[in-house]
């Protein structure tokens, strides 16, 4: 992931944007497991500590590494959190047994419940946006409107996408299902295929990339992609996305697919106080603050500022349905993909 420059924020600056006046320290530590790249989550978690005191012991690995590691540990695991990357990644989590219910006032009042787990054992920390992306001055953007659209005969040869293997486009096939049922969406989705620029491959920058190159005019992408590209120091990069345009869809009905970061104590957490206050920081307003301008995320709290690279791309609505289904409706959407031969 490309960082934002703002990342490399002074010791005193990043104190100054958390809004901490030192609060009585207490001892401790707490042991955090993190899909997020290091970088992305560091300089948070030293604010945490000089904050409170408590000490936290980082492991950074993927999602899938640090579920199987969860797993295979089982009772005798020393973390506290998973902290992971979309509503899947989370859900599988809850399904294998290794996260924990958590009551938490703070966390309840401050995220909303359509970004956390009914039950408790997650909560959204930071949200993603993936809606329709096209070339300038190559689509009018008056031609788009819904996803369902890009079904239609108009589009063939003309979109890029991930593979089916990606969980974001795993979840964002779940949200179709949740509202439109499984039989609509697979419909949907083999005329979708149909009109395939090219054989899916590569990572959401790279079907922005190939569209700006002429192999498409259309990608499915994450915002923050985007936007870290725009502030990106690499000047063919920021070219790219100087030339995509960003399209809201669905925002006559049940709006565009969002997606979340997260995090949930883990079921064996041997400093699970200290794991829920963790949680509570991250959940704050000066975290979410400063994680939306470094992450270019858009915050899961109300009232939080965008950056201003996110707010040029306009305001939108967002799908409601609760992010825990995305998960449940997983495996139906994996097999959906299959059968519609999305690969």
């Given at each position: 992931?490309?960082?934002?420059?703002?990342?490399?924020?002074?010791?005193?600056?990043l104190?100054?944007?958390?809004?901490?006046?030192?609060?009585?320290?207490?001892?401790?530590?707490?042991?955090?497991?993190?899909?997020?790249?290091?970088?992305?989550?560091?300089?948070?978690?030293?604010?945490?500590?000089?904050?409170?005191?408590?000490?936290?012991?980082?492991?950074?690995a993927?999602?899938?590494?640090?579920?199987?590691?969860?797993?295979?540990?089982?009772r005798?695991?020393?973390?506290?959190?998973?902290?992971?990357?979309?509503?899947?990644?989370?859900?599988?989590a809850?399904?294998?047994?290794?996260l924990?219910?958590?009551?938490?006032?703070?966390?309840?009042?401050?995220?909303?419940?359509?970004?956390?787990?009914?039950?408790g054992?997650?909560?959204?920390?930071?949200?993603?946006?993936?809606?329709?992306?096209?070339?300038?001055?190559?689509?009018?953007?008056?031609?788009l409107?819904?996803?369902?659209?890009?079904?239609?005969?108009?589009?063939?040869?003309?979109?890029?996408?991930r593979?089916s293997d990606?969980?974001?486009?795993?979840s964002?096939?779940?949200?179709?299902?949740?509202?439109?049922?499984?039989?609509?969406?697979?419909?949907?989705?083999?005329?979708?295929?149909?009109?395939?620029?090219?054989?899916?491959?590569g990572?959401?920058?790279?079907?922005?990339?190939?569209?700006?190159?002429?192999?498409?005019?259309?990608?499915?992408?994450?915002?923050?992609?985007?936007?870290?590209?725009l502030?990106?120091?690499k000047?063919?990069e920021?070219?790219?996305?100087?030339?995509?345009g960003?399209?809201?869809?669905?925002?006559?009905?049940?709006?565009?697919?969002?997606?979340i970061?997260?995090?949930?104590?883990?079921?064996?957490?041997?400093?699970?106080?200290?794991?829920?206050?963790?949680?509570?920081?991250?959940?704050?307003?000066?975290?979410?603050?400063?994680?939306?301008?470094?992450n270019?995320?858009?915050?899961?709290?109300?009232?939080?500022?965008?950056?201003?690279?996110?707010?040029?791309?306009?305001e939108?609505?967002?799908?409601?349905?609760n992010?825990?289904?995305?998960?449940?409706h997983?495996?139906?959407?994996?097999?959906?993909?299959?059968?519609?031969?999305?690969?």
């Amino acid at each position: 992931m490309q960082l934002s420059r703002r990342l490399f924020l002074s010791t005193a600056a990043l104190a100054a944007v958390i809004g901490l006046n030192g609060p009585a320290l207490a001892a401790g530590e707490v042991n955090l497991y993190s899909a997020r790249q290091e970088a992305l989550i560091k300089p948070l978690l030293d604010q945490f500590t000089a904050a409170t005191g408590i000490k936290v012991n980082l492991v950074s690995a993927k999602a899938d590494a640090l579920l199987q590691r969860l797993k295979s540990e089982g009772r005798n695991s020393p973390a506290d959190i998973l902290l992971t990357v979309d509503a899947g990644n989370l859900h599988a989590a809850q399904a294998a047994g290794v996260l924990q219910p958590v009551q938490s006032a703070a966390l309840e009042g401050s995220i909303p419940a359509a970004y956390r787990d009914p039950a408790g054992h997650w909560f959204g920390l930071s949200l993603r946006a993936r809606p329709i992306m096209y070339v300038k001055g190559r689509v009018n953007p008056a031609e788009l409107s819904t996803y369902e659209a890009l079904a239609e005969p108009k589009w063939k040869g003309r979109i890029c996408v991930r593979s089916s293997d990606n969980v974001y486009n795993q979840s964002m096939i779940g949200s179709m299902i949740a509202t439109r049922g499984e039989a609509a969406t697979e419909s949907w989705a083999k005329g979708f295929v149909a009109n395939f620029a090219r054989k899916p491959q590569g990572g959401d920058r790279d079907q922005l990339k190939a569209a700006v190159a002429g192999q498409c005019d259309i990608a499915i992408a994450n915002t923050y992609y985007l936007a870290q590209m725009l502030e990106s120091a690499k000047a063919d990069e920021k070219a790219v996305a100087e030339k995509i345009g960003v399209f809201w869809p669905n925002q006559d009905e049940r709006g565009v697919h969002v997606n979340i970061s997260g995090a949930g104590v883990t079921a064996a957490a041997p400093n699970r106080d200290n794991a829920v206050r963790l949680l509570e920081f991250l959940a704050g307003e000066g975290a979410q603050q400063w994680y939306a301008e470094t992450n270019q995320e858009y915050p899961v709290r109300s009232g939080v500022a965008t950056s201003a690279t996110l707010r040029a791309f306009g305001e939108f609505r967002a799908d409601s349905v609760n992010m825990a289904r995305l998960g449940e409706h997983n495996a139906a959407a994996v097999r959906l993909m299959d059968r519609a031969g999305w690969r």
